[in-house]
């Protein structure tokens, strides 16, 4: 059974970064992709950021040049690496892992960037 379990989440000011963490157990990591997501109350999930197994990564135009996604196969970790964080980021970040057809999400970790 495949979990995806997010860290790294808190409070920062604006212009401060912080590095969300994805570790994703069970199942096989090799040959797969990760995505980073965000959602605001009330607001439809927006996805921000994209890696496959190659790794060819892909950004949302929101967060392009300041977040960077990767990814460490030995461990079975995703990364996104948030810099130049803006209040409009603060959002609850959720890491799916996806293989096939087949997509597991973790819970999700809040993000609050502070003015």
């Known amino acids: 059974q495949v979990q995806v379990v997010e860290s790294g989440g808190g409070l920062v000011q604006s212009g401060g970064s912080l590095r969300l963490s994805c570790k994703v157990s069970?199942?096989?990591?090799?040959?797969?992709?990760i995505r980073w997501h965000r959602q605001v109350p009330g607001e439809q999930r927006e996805w921000v950021a994209s890696?496959?197994?190659?790794?060819?990564?892909s950004y949302s135009d929101s967060v392009k040049g300041r977040f960077t996604i990767s990814r460490d196969n030995a461990n079975r970790m995703g990364y996104l690496q948030m810099d130049s964080l803006k209040p409009e980021d603060t959002a609850v970040y959720y890491c799916?892992?996806?293989?096939?057809?087949?997509?597991?999400w973790g819970q999700g970790t809040q993000v609050t960037v502070a003015s």
């Open positions: 799916n892992f996806y293989k096939g057809g087949a997509n597991y």
């Open positions: 069970g199942g096989i990591f090799a040959f797969s992709g």
């Open positions: 890696i496959s197994s190659h790794p060819h990564t």
